[in-house]
């Protein structure tokens, strides 16, 4: 019997272990490299293109900077994962382990700097949708410049310690035991218990919890205001609106539900995880760390794909921003939309600074559902 529960152990750290490398294979050395090529390129054609004149707003003007803070993670996250590729543990790129610390460090800053600016714009549309006359005085360009370099300067100051958790280090290669390779080892700061409990704490709480529910509550509340516009300019109007308006105004909602879904299947298994990884630490080498980091690879590309499938959001829910995309890079291609009595949000959310005015009975907001990556549950 015992002999009979030894190799079923033995298969189990086998399958596991096989799970971890599969993921770590077609995640971080096929899957991610594809996904950051795509979202670098379509978070820049988004800068270029929110920052035109003709696309000044409050609201692009968040837009533009979460387009930042998603570039520079889709960068640091791509770094992270050559750490996966053989080569990188021989002497000429000590450099890289040196660096890695750092790499964490960024790349954890730059995904919750793009969690807390979604929830800032959520917010601000709120503002504009369903408090309109208090919204023309607060929704303003300076307000919102203000806002991002709080919001960057808090994401990056509190996560700076996540740099001092990892150490470069030199490691007798286990194919033969006399060459010397490079890694990176975890240091006594993350070791330390009180200092896990409080940041794991303090990082579940601000970047996770906290900003899900704050976007649920306005998102839900910016549902309700649309719906009630939409009524009211039934009743004011007594024109029956046509198919098309009605659809782009269900658009609308259907977007909203869809953003925040998004946004919760990519932060639910985070925030699972970083609260099993504060009560239950696996063995080194055991099934369960095998398990957590196979897993911590899979979260990680869901955090991955937000970063990168904004661009696509924009394109398929944002008539301006799809015409100075073809004004901007594709002239030849634009033509000039035709005139039309109606005025709906759907088609306005990207409008420069007369958008307030535009959005005082009907407004949408557009939500990307950035994560966070390479947490500290996610050694993988």
Known sequence: MADNHTFQAGEGEVLSAQFRDASRFWIQRVLVPLVVGIGVLGNVVTIVVLTRRRMRSSTNVYLTALAVSDLLYLIFVFTLSLKHYPNTHESSFRWYWQYYGFGTWFTDATTYTSIWLTVSFTIERYIAVCHPMRGRLMCTESRARKVIILVYVFCFVTTVTTALEYEATEIPDSRDNATQVYSVELTKVYHNKTYRAV?????????????????GIFNSFLIHAVHKSQQQRCRMTQVEQSESIQTQENKITITLIAVVILFMVCQIPTAIALI?????????????????????????????????????????????????????????????????????????????????????????????????????????
């Open 199 to 215: 940041f794991y704490w303090f990082t579940t709480i601000t970047f996770v919890f906290l900003p899900l529910i704050l976007l």
């Open 276 to 380: 099993y990884n504060l009560f239950h630490k696996p063995q080194e080498k055991s099934d369960a760390e095998n398990i957590c980091l196979g897993l911590g690879n899979i979260f990680n590309f869901l955090v991955t794909i937000n970063a990168a499938c904004n661009f696509m959001l924009y394109c398929a829910l944002s008539d301006k921003y799809r015409r100075t995309f073809l004004l901007t890079f594709l002239p030849c291609c634009y033509q000039p939309p035709r005139p039309s009595r109606h005025n709906t949000a759907f088609s306005s959310v990207y409008d420069g600074p007369s958008v307030l005015r535009r959005s005082v009975h009907t407004s949408s907001v557009h939500v990307s559902a950035p994560g966070c990556d390479n947490g500290k549950m996610y050694r993988s």
